[in-house]
């Protein structure tokens, strides 16, 4: 029996990850873009300055709700741990960026992530679902392999080394959010992306010091990481967080690995790349697939209570 207050909460986190989802795929395309003009740590710089910057400014919003000294030590090794996990996860995937021949390619490894969740939550998180979910999972991962696959996602256009970098991208960034949905029940969500943000703010910041490199970027990099910055690493990563305390992980994930879909949509309409077949049919399987994911312990209960009714019945 689901009451109407974890209807409630379930709402919530699929709302927050669908938000997520669709801010992480704007974000994906101003990076593409601004890592397309310079290098990996003056695109750092900018990056995850501006987005330590909106971080910050959130934090001044909420700083009544934040209680440093109430963090447990178990509560700051989560914050550590999480914060390693999405550094080490983050910097592999923006070099596999830059080391694939075929960066859409990206795109398909990344959503190997699911899996990682799928297997890591059932081990650590103890978290398991009725067979109408798990056969959402499967058809909104279907999906996303449909939409990937057909947008010039061949394995023949990526190195060996970038496969492993998103591989290990993957795995690690699974790892973060696992720790993310240990800690983010006793731990505001935005302390958790600050860890991140603002280290690798930092290491590109030292990078560029040590190596007396200019500062000077063209200034369409700096509106691109301005943007993208707000939409990606700050506004995607805290929503996903807030998902977190009212979903599962591998639910987030799910829903985060439909990114695809929104990103073909977005270039039809913004460079007006034409939408495949394929695209189209695995989009539409991915929508089929979460509806089956939000709706399937209702869908159930409704088989479950129809069975008994009619058990009922046949007996009277």
Known sequence: MISSNERSNQLTGFLFAFFSTITLSGGYMFSK???????????????????TVWNFIFIFKIRKKIKLSSISRKGWLAILGNTFCEVVGSSLF??????MENPAIVSFFVNMGAVFILILGYFFLKERFNPIEYFGIGITLFGVFLINY????????????????????????????????????????????TGRIVTLFLISFLFLITNNESFTVPASTIVNTLLGSFM???????????????????FV??????????????????????????????????IVGI???????????LITTNIIKKANAEIS
């Not at 873009?33 to 987005?51: I, S």
């Not at 394995?155 to 998103?166: D, F, Y």
């Not at 799910?254 to 049919?281: A, C, D, M, N, R």
Request: no cysteine; charged share 10%.
């Open 150 to 193: 057909h947008t010039d996602s061949r394995i023949a256009g990526s190195s060996i080394t970038g496969v492993w970098l998103i591989v290990g991208s993957t795995f690690f960034i699974a790892l973060a959010i696992v720790i993310a949905k240990k800690a983010v029940k006793s731990i505001q969500p935005v302390i958790l992306t």
């Open 253 to 286: 994930t799910v829903i985060s690995s439909t990114k695809g879909f929104f990103l073909v949509i977005l270039t039809y309409f913004v460079f007006s790349i034409q939408i495949s077949h394929y695209q189209l049919l695995g989009g539409l399987a991915t």
């Open 232 to 250: 990606g690493p700050f506004l995607a990563l805290l929503t996903s967080y807030y998902a977190l305390k009212y979903i599962e992980a591998s």
């Open 33 to 51: 873009a601004a890592l397309n003009q310079v290098d990996l740590f003056h695109f750092g710089f900018y990056w995850f300055g501006f987005a």
């Open 291 to 301: 509806i089956l994911i939000s709706l399937g312990k209702r869908i159930l209960k």
């Open 94 to 99: 923006y070099i596999a960026i830059q080391q």
